[in-house]
């Protein structure tokens, strides 16, 4: 004898789609969790390492501008990396790597998207050897030509 129809609209009952459909589902769930228990590979870190994000929590708790290392170093080139400049707000210049808050001891000046950095005026890219001064753009001298034109 045939049991009543249910009365959802949705009925997602396993009763409805016989024993087997159930059994299915059960399988394939008793295979996938047998699976991933068979995996001996461990999944590692996906982002960072415990020793990265030790790295990146000391940094957020340094002062703007103080170089990571305990011996700080004068390195004879100043390479500006980059630069974020805020209408409202106090901006950003990446020297050698290492973000300088404007206003930080030591912080060079924005001008627009160039910093003056060392003295010297530079633009994203460009670096300036600190001993003598000189300026060395991303792009050597000479190494783009012009072509022959048509």
């Given amino acids: 004898m045939r049991s009543a129809p249910c009365p959802c609209v949705h009925c997602h009952h396993a009763s409805h789609f016989g024993g087997l459909a159930g059994a299915l589902v059960l399988g394939i769930g008793l295979w996938i969790v047998s699976d991933a228990a068979q995996a001996a590979e461990p999944l590692g870190t ?14 957020r708790k340094r002062p ?22 805020r209408e409202s ?33 530079l633009r994203v890219g460009e670096s ?7 300026k060395t753009d991303v792009v050597a001298p000479g190494a783009v030509r012009k072509g022959p034109t048509r």
């Fill in 64 to 85: 703007a501008g103080e170089s990571a290392s305990l011996i700080p170093l004068k390195p004879s080139t100043a390479r500006l990396d980059g630069v974020v400049a």
């Fill in 46 to 59: 996906l982002l960072y390492s415990p020793a990265q994000r030790q790295a990146i929590a000391a940094a």
């Fill in 128 to 134: 300036v050897d600190t001993t003598t001064g000189s």
């Fill in 89 to 121: 707000a106090k901006g950003t210049a990446w020297v050698n790597g290492e973000p300088m808050a404007q206003g930080a001891p030591k912080a060079p000046l924005l001008r627009g998207t160039d910093a003056v950095v060392e003295g010297r005026r």
